[in-house]
């Protein structure tokens, strides 16, 4: 095997980036300018003004020493070296580590309702859309990605790029000023990078949950409540009420539900729904954060890269 040429993929570019190696880049100012003092008092020198440069202080002689050591300690990040590590041995062996949980389901479960969604709440807005979806995976020698949608089927041509992101529900929906996830952010630059793309958007999409996940979530109670049989069960009421708030919890677009899942047995009537107004507008369940290119932040992906190789390397010989 040989990692000198690994590609690592854009969901992983998170894990690699983190932490610091060495000095932030303000203590290697603060290192440059102690440096600089030191040796200018050395020779004589005089500052801007005229003075002469004094000498460090024995506190600052000390911070010198100490930035002096950290910048030779080039110890790899734990999380960084917690995911080396991983690829390392799914490319050694040929595995992979699969992960899942509810959240990732209903994301893999509803991106294409999360892109028609997002696709209506654009043209709605005005903004003529008819998304591309992309299904090859790119390269460029150092990462490799298959973003999802791009403004261009040429992926020579693509402008600028889009990837959405299903919510689990409204208590986990993003708010407007909430930042871009700095997963989101890595793996945007990374598209962009491979694509040419100068700009790229996270939509993240509150959109309905599957029939069977909504079922699962009542199940739960059903379960947790005993198993109740029938209106005559102590439990009963209980469990109603709790299907209820799993169904408010759950579903955003009651037609949009009902449309896919017309057998589905709702507690919840049509007429109560929307008089008690409980669906969620489109345009308050999308938001939108765009990524800009950023070529410096590609210089310090490369460098990463570049460690991520070597110490995959070494592994290999151990």
Known sequence: MDFSNYEFRCSQLSKITGGTIGLTEKQLEEMAYLQKRKMGAALGEKDETGKA?????????????????????????????????????????NRNFPFTNQYIQKGIQQEEEAITVYQDFRNKEGIKTLFSKNTVRLRNGWVS?????????????????????????LETFAFEEDDLDPAYETQNQGYMWLTGAKKW??????????????????????????????????????????????????????????????????????????????????????????????????????????????????????
């Open 53 to 93: 440069i004094k000498p460090l202080t024995t506190t600052m002689d000390e911070k010198l020493m100490e930035l002096i050591e950290g910048h030779k300690d080039k110890t790899i990040p734990k999380t960084m070296q917690s995911e080396l590590r991983k690829i390392f041995r799914m490319e050694k062996y």
């Open 145 to 169: 990605g298959e973003p999802d949608l791009l403004d261009n089927k040429d992926i020579k041509k693509c402008e600028e790029g889009f990837d959405t992101k299903c919510s689990w529900s």
């Open 201 to 318: 958007t996270t939509a993240y999409i509150l959109v309905n949950a599957t029939e069977h996940q909504v079922f699962n979530e009542k199940q739960k109670w059903f379960y947790a409540l005993q198993c109740p049989g029938d209106a005559n069960d102590k439990y009963w009421d209980d469990y109603v009420e709790k299907c209820r708030e799993v169904e408010k919890m759950m579903i955003y677009d009651y037609d949009r539900f009902i449309y896919s899942n017309p057998n589905h047995n709702m507690e919840i009537s049509k007429d109560e729904w929307f008089g008690e107004g409980y669906d969620i507008p489109l345009e308050e369940r999308i938001v939108e954060k765009t990524s800009i290119f950023n070529p410096d932040l590609i210089e310090f992906y490369k460098e990463r890269i570049v460690i991520g190789r070597e110490y995959m390397g070494k592994l290999l010989k151990t």
